[in-house]
């Protein structure tokens, strides 16, 4: 099978050093053959020992997302960049932001740029999703309420209590519509209040949800 059969079925999967040298088994040296193929474009390294296929040998986009989770984890996807998958703010976010139990930590990589922020273990554990890609790989997602909860809580400097402006952050300044809010599920908004970080913040977005799903109804 040629080379690059071989690395089409891998489709948008990242691949080990170790993958990559099972692939290249028949070649006198293995290390040389994946320095060139990088140099030839045909593999681009993530991170030590982390490479993806280009899209153009699989035909299939790369997964940021599913990049994020492989690189730094335990990590699931969540902030910006989740809020902007789900079509609750309207700017496409290309850095791929997520939270993580770990340090806080900054990638600069050739496939873009990922951001890790720390979450404690009893509020990362909340509102966590799998999602599917369409080459059916999978990625972790905060849920769209869990996602607005980490912009809220992990936003530095942001401790907005009065429902007035709560309001004018998330439709002046997020410019999020309102009727992107009528479907979250305030168990999940619930559930990172009692963990009590930035709890009267999130009351106040559980109120506001509350009255626009009233009205919706």
């Known amino acids: 099978m040629r080379l690059e059969q ?8 990242p691949l080990t050093h170790s993958i990559l040298l099972s692939i290249l088994r028949e070649y006198r040296s293995p290390n040389d053959k994946i ?3 990088i140099d030839d474009g045909l593999v681009t390294p993530i991170k030590k020992g982390l490479y993806v296929v280009s899209p153009e040998i699989t035909g299939i986009p790369l997964s940021l997302p599913l990049v994020a989770n492989l690189l730094y984890g335990p990590s699931y996807v969540s902030m910006d960049y989740a809020l902007s998958l789900y079509g609750i703010i309207p700017e496409r976010v ?5 939270m993580t139990t770990k340090r806080g930590k900054v990638y600069e990589l050739p496939v873009g740029r990922f ?10 554990s909340i509102g966590i999703v799998r999602v599917e ?26 401790n907005v209590r009065s429902k007035r402006a709560l309001h004018e952050l998330l439709f002046d300044d997020l410019r999020i519509d309102e009727d992107a809010l009528v479907h979250l599920n305030p168990e999940v908004i619930k559930a990172c209040m009692a963990v009590k970080v930035k709890a009267d913040m ?3 977005l559980l109120e506001l949800i509350d009255r626009i799903q009233r009205e919706a109804s």
């Open 35 to 37: 320095v060139r193929m």
């Open 133 to 158: 890609n369409p080459d059916k790989t999978g990625f972790l997602m905060a849920s769209p309420e869990k996602a607005l909860c980490d912009k809220l809580i992990f936003t530095r400097n942001l």
């Open 115 to 124: 951001s890790y922020t720390h979450s404690q273990p009893e509020l990362y």
């Open 94 to 98: 290309i850095e791929v932001t997520s």
């Open 202 to 204: 999130l009351h106040a």
């Open 6 to 13: 071989k690395l089409r079925s891998f489709a948008g999967v």
